[in-house]
């Protein structure tokens, strides 16, 4: 069986950005990524989410009234978790994330993701952040939004994952 | 799915100030701010349902990989953050299990109380606090925020509300809280779509 391949640039590695780069316009890589049924399996129960849109095309098909089976959301999560820490490298912290679901993304669909940086700041800990402004695309079909806030290193000696209770204001 | 098209220009329930009860039972306005549900996971965390994860998203994040990697920026292995609710999403079937179980009890009171039988989720919020680690036992509770007063949008007149899950570890740190906004309605017309016939929460 031949995998799905995906197309990310992931030029950060363990090392990482830091927060200089963070610059409110700059655009994260973007993330392709063909879907197929096992997809969706996949994704689905690895998040424990047992429903049967998400693994039998009859009960989508004819109880939803859906295309198809499509992702679930706690799986889109993991796929924006990817996407963002792709481009921070592993010091990249989330600290919040939001969605809002528009549309589903079905097997046969290639699902874009696209993101830009919206602003950063440091906060009153020291605690450097970047917010990031996400969207997941299949063609013309906006499926998805998220906003995320990510903690960056403020520079190459610095781990927001160091960070506990008081010093973490996410 | 979740479809909030119908949401667009809908003025969501306001997360602070004084909750907009208008009309509720009082037995249902009594539980806003209240901690519903405590429940403690079945089973502890670990790594193999990250691997899942992992395997099923492509990540190739060392931090989840490599435990040296881990061990040098947190001090051991940690989960995926996305995987929050995963540890508390029970079982299809356990034994003594007399139906299907389902998350996020509180929105199915809800829907139930006000008799409101269908509902969609629109927003997600995900607030990551302690990491979760291989052998966490974690326990969450959940909290109405808030209720709209009623609304009618283009899926039919109902309420919207707000409802947090709060996630701690086992000794009681706070690792996360999961914010869910939901709109309970009830349909204007006979549908004569082919709209989702079932409730699609928290898809």
């Given at each position: 069986m031949n995998l799905p391949t995906s197309t990310s640039t992931d030029e950060t590695g363990t090392a990482g950005i830091t927060l200089d780069r963070a610059v409110a316009g700059t655009a994260l890589p973007a993330l392709s990524y063909d879907v197929s049924a096992t997809t969706v399996v996949l994704g689905a129960l690895a998040s424990r989410d047992w429903r049967p849109m998400h693994h039998d095309y009859k009960f989508a098909t004819e109880r939803n009234g859906t295309p198809d089976i499509f992702l679930?959301?706690?799986?889109?999560?993991?796929?924006?978790?990817?996407?963002?820490?792709?481009?921070?490298?592993?010091?990249?912290?989330?600290?919040?994330?939001?969605?809002?679901?528009?549309?589903?993304?079905?097997?046969g669909d290639r699902m874009v993701f696209s993101g830009a940086v919206s602003g950063s700041e440091i906060d009153e800990t020291g605690c450097g952040w970047a917010g990031l402004d996400i969207s997941v695309s299949v063609g013309d079909r906006l499926c998805c939004t998220c906003t995320a806030r990510v903690a960056l290193p403020t520079d190459e000696t610095d781990n927001p994952w160091a960070r506990k209770s008081d010093d973490w204001k996410p | 799915m979740i479809d909030d098209s119908a949401l667009d220009n809908q003025a969501?329930?306001?997360?602070?100030?004084?909750?907009?009860?208008?009309?509720?039972?009082?037995?249902?306005?009594?539980?806003?701010?209240?901690?519903?549900?405590?429940?403690t996971a079945t089973f502890p965390v670990e790594m193999s349902y990250a691997y899942n994860t992992l395997s099923a998203t492509e990540n190739g994040n060392p931090l989840y990989w490599d435990s040296e990697v881990a061990d040098e920026l947190t001090d051991g292995m940690t989960m995926p953050v996305a995987t929050l609710s995963l540890w508390m999403r029970p079982h299809r079937w356990e034994p003594g299990a007399t139906k299907e179980q389902v998350a996020l009890k509180a929105h199915f009171d809800?829907?139930?109380?006000?008799?409101?039988?269908?509902?969609?989720?629109?927003?997600?919020?995900?607030?990551?606090?302690?990491?979760?680690?291989?052998?966490?036992?974690?326990?969450?509770?959940?909290?109405?925020?808030?209720?709209?007063?009623?609304?009618?949008?283009?899926?039919?007149?109902?309420?919207f509300?707000?409802?947090?899950?709060?996630?701690?570890?086992?000794?009681?740190?706070?690792?996360?809280?999961?914010?869910?906004t939901g709109f309970g309605y009830k349909r204007t017309a006979p549908s004569t779509s082919t709209a989702p016939s079932t409730s699609p929460e928290n898809s």
């Amino acid at each position: 069986m031949n995998l799905p391949t995906s197309t990310s640039t992931d030029e950060t590695g363990t090392a990482g950005i830091t927060l200089d780069r963070a610059v409110a316009g700059t655009a994260l890589p973007a993330l392709s990524y063909d879907v197929s049924a096992t997809t969706v399996v996949l994704g689905a129960l690895a998040s424990r989410d047992w429903r049967p849109m998400h693994h039998d095309y009859k009960f989508a098909t004819e109880r939803n009234g859906t295309p198809d089976i499509f992702l679930n959301t706690p799986n889109l999560a993991a796929w924006f978790e990817r996407f963002i820490t792709d481009w921070t490298g592993s010091r990249g912290r989330i600290g919040r994330m939001t969605f809002r679901m528009r549309d589903s993304v079905y097997p046969g669909d290639r699902m874009v993701f696209s993101g830009a940086v919206s602003g950063s700041e440091i906060d009153e800990t020291g605690c450097g952040w970047a917010g990031l402004d996400i969207s997941v695309s299949v063609g013309d079909r906006l499926c998805c939004t998220c906003t995320a806030r990510v903690a960056l290193p403020t520079d190459e000696t610095d781990n927001p994952w160091a960070r506990k209770s008081d010093d973490w204001k996410p | 799915m979740i479809d909030d098209s119908a949401l667009d220009n809908q003025a969501l329930p306001e997360r602070t100030g004084p909750p907009k009860n208008a009309g509720l039972p009082e037995h249902i306005a009594a539980l806003i701010g209240e901690p519903q549900y405590p429940e403690t996971a079945t089973f502890p965390v670990e790594m193999s349902y990250a691997y899942n994860t992992l395997s099923a998203t492509e990540n190739g994040n060392p931090l989840y990989w490599d435990s040296e990697v881990a061990d040098e920026l947190t001090d051991g292995m940690t989960m995926p953050v996305a995987t929050l609710s995963l540890w508390m999403r029970p079982h299809r079937w356990e034994p003594g299990a007399t139906k299907e179980q389902v998350a996020l009890k509180a929105h199915f009171d809800l829907k139930e109380q006000l008799d409101l039988p269908e509902a969609i989720m629109s927003d997600n919020t995900m607030i990551l606090h302690e990491p979760v680690r291989p052998g966490d036992v974690i326990s969450h509770h959940q909290v109405l925020r808030s209720i709209s007063d009623a609304k009618t949008t283009k899926l039919g007149t109902g309420r919207f509300w707000v409802i947090d899950v709060e996630y701690h570890n086992q000794n009681g740190e706070l690792v996360g809280v999961e914010s869910y906004t939901g709109f309970g309605y009830k349909r204007t017309a006979p549908s004569t779509s082919t709209a989702p016939s079932t409730s699609p929460e928290n898809s």
